[in-house]
């Protein structure tokens, strides 16, 4: 029987900050050359269009359109479908 120890869980909570931490620096040069037509920003269409609902899903939210409980459940229902 194995026992998992908070060092573990530590350990790999540090390992995934320190990975997102790296890609936070790249960020905003990314931007400036995306911006500049110099690199090429590709998203998938599948990606477009969950981003496309969460966001007038969140506008309904911000317009007072949508209380929180029902727009937590309806990005848990964009996110992961019940099938």
Same mark, same amino acid.
């Given at each position: 029987?194995? +026992?998992?120890? @908070? &060092? ?12 997102? /931490?790296?890609?936070? &620096?790249?960020?905003?040069?990314? +931007?400036?050359?995306? !911006?500049?037509? =110099?690199? &090429?920003? +590709?998203?998938? =269409?599948?990606? #477009?269009?969950? !981003? &496309? =609902?969460? /966001?007038?899903? #969140? @506008?309904?939210?911000? @317009?007072?359109? +949508?209380?929180?409980?029902? #727009?937590?459940?309806? !990005? ?8």
């Amino acid at each position: 029987m194995s +026992v998992r120890t @908070n &060092k573990t869980s530590k350990d790999g909570i540090e390992g995934s900050l320190i990975l997102l /931490h790296r890609e936070a &620096k790249c960020l905003p040069t990314q +931007v400036k050359l995306i !911006c500049e037509g =110099k690199l &090429k920003c +590709v998203q998938r =269409k599948l990606t #477009f269009k969950l !981003c &496309k =609902k969460i /966001h007038s899903l #969140f @506008n309904a939210y911000e @317009n007072g359109e +949508v209380y929180t409980s029902q #727009f937590l459940k309806q !990005c848990g229902r964009i996110y992961a479908p019940m099938t």
